[in-house]
């Protein structure tokens, strides 16, 4: 039942072709049926008693509107062809691998993360089944507190390593995080507890309270430590006729914003979050 709607909606794109094909045949045999009249009723005098040319005419229209019915099998089967394709997209979507569900045995204790430790111990990723690795037998250790730089040049692998502890490309190795593998974690808990701040950060059409805390878990007074320990405040006074404050409008990906603004915004909102892992991809911009 939730597919017709969707489709309902898309039908008169597809069938346009067929619609306006049917238009026009029919205004065409219509104007051929108008012209044969005017013709019977302007030249009557020298044809009324020519049972021949008024027969030659009536057939011409018959066969004129036989014409366009012959088009309805074409737009049926046009229709037929989108349908079936409609429903080879449902079935390849269908198909798509899904990743795990959440389990009772994957949920952390209630005190996970208590520290930011990591270790990971020949830690080797890729992106396909069948593609080459892109991480290999990868070693370290990070102690909680302690602030890691990743440094390689463009293609190296350092966002991908991102993606490989929080498992969303394939991996091989074994990550610990807080004493537990990430392996035995549920997707959804693994990913709330770390927080990364992209390349290019993303800010949803809401206003400024809703990109930073889009459940509603936070108090003002949070949000506000969180925008004024991440340098709004400095970079703006109260008395700005264009004061960015918690209920301002932030259109679909920070259009409205500059690029350190929304920097700005997005170190905020990790602040806001407060994980015990903080990933800076490109963490150069979020500096100076």
Same mark, same amino acid.
């Given at each position: 039942?939730?597919?017709?709607?969707?489709r309902?909606?898309?039908?008169? =794109?597809?069938?346009?072709?067929c619609?306006?094909?049917?238009?026009r045949?029919r205004?065409?045999?219509?104007?051929?049926?108008?012209?044969e009249?005017?013709?019977?009723?302007?030249h009557?005098?020298?044809?009324?008693? +020519? +049972?021949?040319v008024v027969?030659q !005419?009536?057939?011409?229209?018959?066969?004129?509107?036989?014409?366009?019915?012959?088009?309805?099998?074409?737009?049926?089967k046009?229709?037929?062809i989108?349908?079936?394709?409609?429903?080879e997209r449902?079935?390849?979507?269908a198909?798509?691998?899904q990743?795990?569900?959440p389990?009772p045995?994957g949920?952390p204790p209630?005190?996970?993360?208590?520290?930011?430790? @990591?270790?990971v111990?020949?830690?080797?990723?890729?992106y396909s089944?069948?593609?080459?690795?892109? =991480?290999h037998?990868?070693?370290?250790?990070?102690?909680s507190g302690?602030r890691?730089?990743?440094?390689?040049?463009?293609?190296?692998?350092?966002?991908?390593l991102t @993606?490989?502890l929080? *498992?969303?490309?394939?991996t091989e190795?074994?990550?610990?995080?807080?004493?537990?593998?990430?392996?035995?974690?549920?997707?959804?808990? %693994?990913?709330t507890?770390?927080t990364i701040?992209?390349?290019?950060?993303? @800010?949803l059409?809401?206003? %400024?309270?809703?990109?930073l805390?889009?459940?509603?878990?936070? #108090?003002?007074?949070t949000?506000? #430590?969180? %925008?004024?320990?991440?340098?709004l405040?400095s970079v703006?006074?109260?008395? #700005?006729?264009?004061r960015i404050?918690?209920?301002?409008?932030?259109s679909?990906g920070?259009?409205?914003l500059s690029?350190?603004?929304?920097?700005?915004?997005?170190l905020?909102?990790?602040? !806001?979050? *407060?994980?015990? %892992?903080?990933?800076?991809?490109?963490?150069?911009?979020?500096?100076?």
């Amino acid at each position: 039942m939730g597919i017709d709607p969707h489709r309902y909606r898309w039908n008169p =794109l597809l069938h346009c072709p067929c619609g306006l094909l049917g238009v026009r045949n029919r205004c065409c045999s219509k104007a051929w049926i108008c012209s044969e009249h005017r013709i019977l009723v302007e030249h009557g005098r020298w044809i009324q008693h +020519d +049972d021949l040319v008024v027969g030659q !005419v009536l057939e011409r229209v018959r066969s004129e509107r036989k014409q366009v019915r012959f088009t309805r099998p074409s737009c049926r089967k046009a229709n037929l062809i989108v349908g079936v394709c409609s429903l080879e997209r449902i079935q390849e979507y269908a198909n798509i691998e899904q990743e795990p569900k959440p389990t009772p045995e994957g949920v952390p204790p209630a005190y996970w993360p208590a520290s930011g430790e @990591l270790v990971v111990e020949n830690l080797s990723a890729k992106y396909s089944a069948d593609g080459p690795e892109i =991480l290999h037998d990868l070693n370290f250790h990070i102690k909680s507190g302690e602030r890691v730089g990743v440094v390689g040049r463009t293609g190296s692998g350092k966002s991908s390593l991102t @993606l490989a502890l929080l *498992r969303c490309i394939l991996t091989e190795g074994n990550v610990v995080y807080d004493g537990i593998p990430t392996s035995k974690i549920n997707l959804d808990a %693994l990913r709330t507890n770390v927080t990364i701040i992209p390349q290019v950060p993303e @800010l949803l059409s809401d206003t %400024l309270r809703g990109n930073l805390d889009p459940f509603g878990q936070h #108090d003002d007074a949070t949000l506000n #430590d969180a %925008l004024r320990a991440a340098g709004l405040f400095s970079v703006q006074s109260e008395d #700005d006729e264009g004061r960015i404050t918690l209920e301002t409008d932030i259109s679909s990906g920070g259009g409205n914003l500059s690029i350190g603004q929304r920097q700005i915004l997005a170190l905020a909102r990790a602040i !806001v979050r *407060r994980s015990k %892992l903080l990933v800076l991809d490109e963490g150069k911009c979020l500096t100076g």
